[in-house]
């Protein structure tokens, strides 16, 4: 489970650009994961989208998840599916299914981090890091919060809100295993050369790190 660079689908924020042709430019610049996330499109539109977009991720030998939508994650058999605070319990997802699928859930302090380690979260994404304007009503956690939940799981962690090239080091050196990014990336005009530049700056902060430790 590779989740370096996690790179989330916005058509508003990626210039008009679909899902799909952010998602390609995103794998053709190196992200690892890529989330189908959209709270305006059907089902039935999802599902033909997420059809698409699980052979490109495939291509690319990346994860696919799908944010929220249970029923459109197994139907096109999506790697996994990622929940907020408000969305199904993971209790719930485990006992409904009868195929192995990976759940992330996005976390703001420890006690959200130990319950969906206690459940069994595959990862955790804490939320949010810096300010963003990708989504509302989203509290500033900061790199504190990070490193306190770090410390305490055994999942992977990784770190997403206003995360960009110019402070995505300081999340890995706090200890992020990845970021999960969405303006920073699909809102550039070129989104190719923006993944590739941003996944560079990770794997350089990465390497100090592990320098370092």
């Known amino acids: 489970m590779d989740l370096t660079l996690y790179v989330i689908t916005d058509e508003k924020i990626g210039l008009g650009r679909s899902h799909l042709e952010l998602a390609e430019y995103a794998l053709k610049g190196g992200a690892t994961a890529i989330q189908l996330r ?121 770190a997403i809100g206003g995360i960009n090239i110019d402070n995505v080091s300081s999340v890995i050196n706090s200890g992020a295993d990845g970021v999960a990014v969405i303006s920073a990336v699909v809102g550039q005009l070129n989104v190719m050369e923006a993944t590739t530049r941003l996944k560079a700056e990770i794997i350089k902060a990465r390497n100090y790190s592990n320098l370092l430790s």
């Open 38 to 158: 959209d709270k305006q499109k059907s089902g039935k539109e999802l599902y033909y989208i997420g059809v698409k977009m699980k052979k490109l991720t495939k291509k690319y030998n990346a994860l696919f998840i799908v944010n929220d939508r249970l029923d459109i994650a197994l139907a096109i058999e999506a790697d996994g599916i990622h929940l907020g605070q408000d969305d199904l319990p993971i209790e719930t997802i485990k006992r409904i299914i009868n195929r192995r699928i990976l759940i992330g859930v996005s976390v703001s302090n420890i006690l959200e981090a130990k319950a969906a380690i206690k459940y069994g979260a595959d990862y955790l994404s804490v939320q949010s890091i810096f300010p963003t304007s990708s989504k509302d009503n989203i509290g500033v956690v900061g790199l504190e919060v990070l490193k306190e939940i770090k410390k305490i799981s055994k999942i992977p962690v990784i």
